[in-house]
Nanobody, 125 residues
Framework: QVPLVESGGGLVQAGGSLRLSCAAS????????VGWFRQASGKERQFVGA????????RYADSVKGRFTISRDNTKNTVYLQMNSLKPEDTAVYYC??????????????????WGRGTQVTVSS
């Protein structure tokens, strides 16, 4: 098991920024690819972005490309999602997930083995 805990969510005005953190315990995140997903109320879970274990391979959903950035600090066992130029449509619960294929940046939720419980992000207009 790899317990994951997201933090950094909150309420922000449109155009603002937030940085989400995904911290792991038990095993080093450097052995995993990490993805971010979100789920808005009444909607299906949506891929946001992912990065391999080095952070050099990243993939983003078109809706966030250029605004969101994934980074990681393996010394702190933490992966970050920097979110800039936030829009009301970014409002959702954000989840991080860890996948065993650490050389990839998967976009499918089924390729991830462990999930956090999520953190709420609300963007007001």
């Amino acid at each position: 098991q790899v317990p994951l805990v997201e933090s950094g969510g909150g309420l922000v005005q449109a155009g603002g920024s937030l940085r989400l953190s995904c911290a792991a315990s038990g095993r080093p995140l450097s052995t995993y690819a990490v993805g971010w997903f979100r789920q808005a109320s009444g909607k299906e879970r949506q891929f946001v972005g992912a990065g391999d274990w080095t952070g050099r391979i990243t993939r983003y959903a078109d809706s966030v490309k250029g605004r969101f950035t994934i980074s990681r600090d393996n010394t702190k066992n933490t992966v970050y999602l920097q979110m800039n130029s936030l829009k009301p449509e970014d409002t959702a619960v954000y989840y991080c997930a860890a996948g065993s294929n650490r050389w990839a940046a998967p976009i499918l939720g089924s390729e991830y083995d462990y999930w956090g419980r999520g953190t709420q992000v609300t963007v007001s207009s």
